[in-house]
Nanobody, 127 residues
């Protein structure tokens, strides 16, 4: 069973930065595309960013392009999300997730394509 544990959330002022981390258990971390999603109160969970298992490809939601950066360290079984220039609309619970198929050829952005999820970390941005 895979466990994903997020950390790094908090309360920040608009314009600030945070670095979220997601530590994964298991020995096959490097074979899976990893993604970050977020969910604001009263809204559906939405895609934020993903990084391929090859580390070559990344994909971002339009709303975060240029401000968020996803990366991974396979030696540490960890995926990161650097978030800069935070806006109040970035507030929500941030989840990391693992794609359901190892060595998948393309990056998918639907939550239905991910089968393991962390418990989430809260990000609150004050104006």
């Amino acid at each position: 069973q895979v466990q994903l544990i997020e950390s790094g959330g908090g309360l920040v002022q608009a314009g600030g930065s945070l670095r979220l981390s997601c530590a994964a258990s298991g020995r096959t971390f490097s074979m899976y595309t990893m993604a970050w999603f977020r969910q604001a109160p009263g809204k559906e969970r939405e895609f934020v960013a993903a990084i391929s298992w090859t580390t070559i490809s990344t994909t971002y939601a339009d709303s975060v392009k240029g401000r968020f950066t996803i990366s991974r360290d396979n030696a540490k079984n960890t995926v990161y999300l650097q978030i800069n220039s935070l806006k109040p609309e970035d507030t929500g619970v941030y989840y990391c997730a693992r794609h359901h198929t190892d060595r998948y050829y393309s990056i998918r952005i639907s939550p239905n394509d991910y089968d393991f999820w962390g418990q989430g970390t809260q990000v609150t941005v004050s104006s």
